[in-house]
């Protein structure tokens, strides 16, 4: 049997191969859709913005953009790792489907806390990016050892920003439209002028 009577199903009966194909459309269409109303496609991005695709990000989003940090950081800077893409990209992926599964099944927390997993990246982070500064600070590894560096600094980057209400009016970017129009409520204050 030849590779395009696989990819054909030749040997498989017409309806049932009909079904499949039309199966495989539908799925495909569908994960198309999804991709495009999640704009699935800017978590590849190192853009701070592709962070406020989920609203409940919004005030760390905020309070990070009026930032020190801001001029010199994203998100990704502080909160991915930074050994090698293959690694950082498995880790945004397994982080992503957390965050969307706990959004979509309604299970985010009043008061968002970092993983013991993203503790440990973060603190590599501080670590990377002031290495100088720490190498200057005699017994450093010591202290080090027992603590991270968000005990002393909570408020970098994110200010007060730890629950969902926290800045519920934070002015953020408005994102682009995914291309939905038709799917609206025509009753709806969006639709009218």
């Known amino acids: 049997m030849g590779l395009r009577q696989i990819i054909t199903l030749a040997s498989v009966p017409y309806k049932i191969r009909m079904a499949s194909f039309a199966s495989l ?19 590849l991005s190192d853009e701070p913005e592709a962070c ?18 801001a001029r010199v950081a994203t998100c990704n800077d502080c909160h991915v790792p930074h ?13 992503g489907m957390r965050h969307s599964t706990m959004f979509t099944l309604r299970m985010e927390p009043q008061v968002l806390r970092a993983t013991d997993e993203a503790k440990k990246v973060i603190q590599a982070n501080c670590l990377r990016c002031h290495s100088s500064l720490v190498e200057d600070l005699k017994g450093f590894e010591a202290h080090a050892a027992d603590r991270s560096c968000v005990e002393c ?15 519920p009016n934070a002015l953020t970017p408005s994102l682009p439209d995914a291309g939905l129009d038709g799917f609206r409520d025509p009753g709806s204050k969006e639709n009218k002028p």
């Open 25 to 43: 459309g539908v799925f495909f269409g569908t994960a198309a859709y999804v991709t495009q109303i999640s704009r699935a496609t800017s978590y």
């Open 52 to 69: 406020i695709n989920c609203h409940i990000m919004k005030p760390f989003y905020a309070s990070w953009k009026h930032s020190a940090h």
């Open 83 to 95: 050994d090698n893409i293959l690694e950082k990209y498995a880790y945004k992926a397994k982080d």
């Open 153 to 167: 600094h909570r408020e970098v980057p994110h200010g007060r920003a730890g629950s969902l209400t926290s800045s």
